[in-house]
């Protein structure tokens, strides 16, 4: 007979905030168990930049599918939510985009009562979990997720760029 397994925390999900959570806890001693329902990324799919199309077809195992509840705005329409069913999450099907979001969506949600979600109470954590090699008070550099900009450029990317620079919009060290 076995002996049972005892852990001191389960956390479900093993995309980017699960296995940080999962490392953090670990870290201060913790017994963790992680558990995730997809398979694992390493499939040509998600390695391989092309492959990524494939992952947004409803056939794909890596993707759960989500859809919103009817957009008012959006003529009752749903949108697609593709969320990451598999290790690695959602970072694992999206090319390995690190967005945040806008802190004004933040402020939002905190002034529709979503209390402590304001821009200024999650900045921390932001900074927290991110190993940015861009140092300033909105990017971390000790985290475990490594967050950088992208360094050479398509022409199209550049272009688009060069275009909001000719807007009026300034170029930054940061996420444009």
């Given at each position: 007979m076995s002996e049972a397994l005892e852990f001191d925390y389960v956390i479900g999900g093993a995309g980017s905030a699960g296995c940080v959570l999962a490392r953090r806890?670990?870290?201060?001693?913790?017994?963790?168990?992680?558990?995730?329902?997809?398979?694992?990324?390493?499939?040509?799919?998600?390695r391989m930049p092309a492959g990524l199309r494939s992952?947004?077809?409803?056939?794909?195992?890596?993707?759960?599918?989500?859809?919103?509840?009817?957009?008012?705005?959006l003529d009752n329409r749903r949108i697609q939510q593709p969320?990451?069913?598999?290790?690695?999450?959602?970072?694992?099907?999206?090319?390995?985009?690190?967005?945040?979001?806008?802190?004004?969506?933040?402020?939002?949600?905190?002034q529709e009562g979503a209390t402590n979600w304001g821009w200024k109470d999650c900045l921390p954590y932001f900074r927290k979990i991110e190993r940015s090699d861009v140092?300033?008070?909105?990017?971390?550099?000790?985290?475990?997720?490594?967050?950088q900009r992208q360094e050479h450029l398509c022409p199209?990317?550049?272009?688009?760029?060069d275009a909001g620079v000719e807007?009026?919009?300034?170029?930054t060290d940061d996420v444009n």
């Open positions: 806890l670990a870290d201060a001693g913790n017994r963790v168990l992680l558990i995730e329902a997809g398979p694992r990324d390493n499939s040509w799919v998600i992952i947004f077809k409803p056939s794909s195992r890596y993707n759960y599918w989500f859809e919103t509840e009817p957009q008012r705005n969320r990451g069913r598999v290790l690695g999450g959602s970072s694992s099907i999206n090319g390995m985009t690190w967005l945040r979001g806008h802190p004004l969506d933040y402020e939002r949600w905190e140092s300033s008070a909105y990017r971390g550099t000790d985290g475990f997720i490594h967050a199209l990317n550049q272009a688009f760029l807007a009026g919009f300034p170029l």
